[in-house]
């Protein structure tokens, strides 16, 4: 069970002038109460991973309810009306099987993966925790417990705190820049029925994937979730409005006493279903992707400043953001931010079709690689029918980043150009430029 971040999660599908048809090796099923249901069978396969996704994250929480989605993925192990949480880990791991979950900014996910003859089993267990959720005082009162530890834990590691921060301050007093697993004071507030509205917003039929992939068989995974889903509800009358993510950019500074100082400089980026989204993406990898990135051989190799630097884009569905991270002495730090910045500048006017060339293919490599594996593929097909109603062909993906130009790169490199930088860092602060000084270099095109 985790919070995952959008670094850990991205997503190179877009939508296409085919956007009705889908893998035609992809089973594709819409119950007459809105639950879609994707499978891929994958013959070498002897397991098999399947999953309900919720199209509902932190960002789709009411301010009062910051961090309750994270909440919620914990609670449903907890136990149902007709299992106790120790019924449901022993029932599933008599099978050899295993369960998770993770919430992220715009959906929250269950997962088991178990032998393909238990599939059964599976299904029911993760039917009976979004359905039958016990939600007693008892277990809240613990999970609560866990989760500010969680959140402490967070505290204590600047280079997971950094990216919190980063996007507070990008997304200023908006659900989108809120950090996953809330704050001390909102989870211990959390009520049984503060659950439950939540629960009633959005885990609804129409906003669910269950998805599937390996030892799988479609119709009988349809069967199944007709048999085991029936008792979903329907969409509310009135289902509730995702608040618009509006880049702002500015700056968070927090003090610490750690050997490094953890950096992110960021920009506005793009949404998921933008033009720019593949041009972004390989400019990224351009950028800080691998060993023969610019911003690699630049501050690590030529200069020694940092061990590790990255560039990154994440999408989200109605906005984006772009960034750099690093982690150095504090006495480097000025030095870096200047180069990484004259790194961003050079390349969004001198990429090369070379380099282009070099990240589409590291691209697809991680691409192909990813849907070799059940995991994978479950993944990525339940997100792809979530946002675009569809499983996206990987033929189709690999031929969306064949068509991106070289004039498509540069123009989203120097998209970043201009704008109010977020600038976000965590450690000891005596080597960072004032901020004024910051933004005048992260805005300036020349």
């Known amino acids: 069970m985790s919070a995952t971040g959008p670094a850990e999660t991205p997503e190179i599908a877009a939508p296409s002038a085919t956007a009705g048809l889908h893998d035609p090796d992809v089973g594709l099923t819409t119950l007459p109460s809105g639950l879609r249901i994707v499978s891929q069978r994958m013959d070498h396969a002897a397991t098999v991973s399947l999953g309900i996704w919720i199209g509902a994250g932190s960002r789709d929480e009411l301010p009062h309810e910051h961090g309750l989605a994270h909440l919620l993925e914990h609670m449903a192990f907890k136990g149902t009306t007709r299992r106790s949480a120790l019924d449901i880990a022993e029932e599933i791991e008599s099978v050899g099987g295993d369960l998770n979950a993770a919430t992220s900014v715009e959906y929250t996910c269950y997962t088991a993966r178990v032998l393909g003859s238990d599939l059964p089993l599976a299904v029911d267990i993760l039917s009976d925790i979004l359905t039958s959720p016990s939600l007693t005082e008892e277990e809240l009162k613990r999970e609560k417990g866990v989760i500010l530890q969680e959140i402490s834990a967070v505290q204590d590691t600047p280079d997971d705190l950094v990216y919190d921060r980063f996007l507070q301050a990008a997304f200023p007093d908006q659900p989108l820049g809120r950090p996953i697993l809330g704050t001390a004071k909102t989870v211990k507030s959390f009520t049984p029925d503060a659950i439950r509205s939540y629960l009633a917003r959005h885990y609804h039929a129409g906003n669910m994937v269950l998805a599937a992939s390996g030892a799988v068989d479609h119709d009988e995974l349809v069967a199944l979730a007709r048999a085991h889903l029936a008792a979903l509800p329907p969409a509310p009358n009135a289902p509730p409005e995702r608040e618009e993510g509006r880049y702002r950019g500015g700056e968070a500074r927090v003090k610490g006493d750690e050997e490094q100082v953890h950096l992110v400089l960021g920009f506005p980026g793009t949404a998921f279903k933008d033009g720019a989204h593949y041009p972004l993406q390989i400019f990224s990898s351009v950028l800080g992707g691998g060993l023969s990135s610019r911003l690699f051989q630049e501050v690590r190799e030529k200069r020694g400043l940092a061990y590790a630097v990255d560039a990154f884009h994440w999408p989200f569905s109605d906005c984006g953001v772009f960034g750099i991270s690093a982690g ?3 006495d480097d730090a000025g030095e870096l931010i200047e180069v990484a910045l004259a790194c961003l500048r050079q390349a969004a ?3 090369s079709e070379i380099e282009v060339a070099r990240a589409r293919a590291q691209m697809k490599v991680g691409l192909l690689a990813s849907l070799e594996s ?13 946002i675009f109603g569809r499983a996206i062909p990987r033929d189709e ?3 969306r ?9 540069r123009d989203a490199g120097r998209s970043l150009l201009g704008h109010q930088p977020t600038i976000a860092a965590v450690g000891p602060l005596h080597g960072l430029p004032p901020a004024a000084r910051l933004r005048q270099a992260a805005r300036a095109r020349d």
């Open 374 to 386: 059940p995991g994978g593929k479950l993944e990525q097909m339940a997100r792809q029918v979530l």
């Open 328 to 330: 150095t002495s504090p």
């Open 397 to 399: 993906l690999a031929a």
């Open 401 to 409: 980043l064949d068509a991106v130009t070289l004039e498509s790169v």
């Open 349 to 351: 006017e001198d990429v």
